[in-house]
């Protein structure tokens, strides 16, 4: 009777993908790509889509993959 390794398992269960939100810095249309901002760090990634400097976006690996909507922010104290 053949075994069944859990950890192999597991690890299929997660991929590798990076997945981040960032703010556009810079757009250059000409290799369809845009500077993007995330904490401390900058990277250059490709983008299809339409973007304006300032937009918030859904980063996959090297890739763009959505425009996301600006949230409102609130600060509440509680005394």
Same mark, same amino acid.
């Given at each position: 009777?053949?075994?069944?390794?859990?950890?192999?398992?597991?690890?299929?269960?997660?991929?590798?993908?990076?997945?981040?939100?960032?703010?556009?810095?810079?757009?250059?249309?000409?290799?369809?790509? !845009?500077?993007?901002?995330?904490?401390? *760090?900058?990277?250059?990634?490709?983008?299809?889509? $339409? =973007?304006? @400097?300032?937009?918030?976006?859904? !980063?996959?690996?090297?890739?763009?993959? *959505?425009?996301?909507?600006?949230?409102?922010?609130? $600060? =509440?104290? @509680?005394?």
């Amino acid at each position: 009777m053949a075994t069944t390794n859990i950890t192999k398992q597991f690890k299929s269960l997660i991929t590798d993908t990076i997945r981040f939100r960032a703010t556009v810095l810079q757009i250059d249309e000409a290799l369809s790509r !845009v500077k993007v901002e995330w904490g401390e *760090s900058q990277q250059w990634v490709t983008s299809t889509l $339409s =973007l304006t @400097v300032g937009d918030q976006v859904c !980063v996959e690996d090297t890739n763009v993959i *959505s425009k996301l909507p600006s949230l409102d922010f609130a $600060s =509440l104290e @509680v005394n």
